[in-house]
């Protein structure tokens, strides 16, 4: 697999992207410890189902401003959760947490939105180059070397 036994932070926009990660998650969680970082209220850090669910700041790319305030979330989250790997669905928590992450060393996924049918999202442009791996839904996205196709979550 793509990921170390451990701990694995899982983050995600709400909507698809949190649809897609936990479609994704549920099968990590037999294996692994996931703990769920996603902006919504009513997953405020508490557990959630047997899951701990850690809740970050609802932004996006367009207000850069705010991104700093989320990058500090993400960074205590490190901190407290000490995470081996970190998995996103997108779309800017994620690409903070990606980021963030593989500056300080931690193996990070990204699975790219099945919604991008033409093109890696936004978010996935960004992270390409720096995530360890990088994976597409749709087959013709995939060049088989640094962005993977796997499948579709859905």
């Known amino acids: 697999m793509f990921w170390n036994t451990g701990k694995v932070l899982a ?29 919504r209220s009513q997953y405020q850090l508490k557990k959630t189902g047997g899951r701990t669910v850690h809740n970050i700041l609802d ?13 500090f979330q993400m960074l205590y989250l490190f901190i407290k959760e000490r995470p081996q ?11 903070v947490a990606i980021l963030l992450g593989k500056y300080l060393g931690i193996k990070t996924i990204w699975v790219d939105s099945i919604a991008n049918v033409q093109q890696l999202s936004r978010s996935g442009r960004m992270v390409k180059s720096h995530a360890d791996v990088v994976i597409t ?18």
Do not use: F
């Not at 897609?20 to 294996?31: A, M």
């Not at 790997?85 to 690409?95: D, E, K, L, R």
């Open 11 to 39: 983050v995600s926009s709400p909507g698809g992207h949190w649809v897609q990660l936990n479609n994704i998650c549920n099968k990590l969680e037999q294996k692994h410890r996931v703990i769920y970082a996603s902006p």
């Open 85 to 95: 790997t970190i998995i996103s669905t997108g779309a800017a928590p994620g690409v």
């Open 137 to 154: 839904q749709w087959e013709p996205l995939s060049d088989g070397k640094t962005i993977l196709h796997k499948g579709s979550v859905l």
């Open 59 to 71: 932004v996006s790319a367009d207000n850069k401003p705010m991104l700093i305030p989320l990058a």
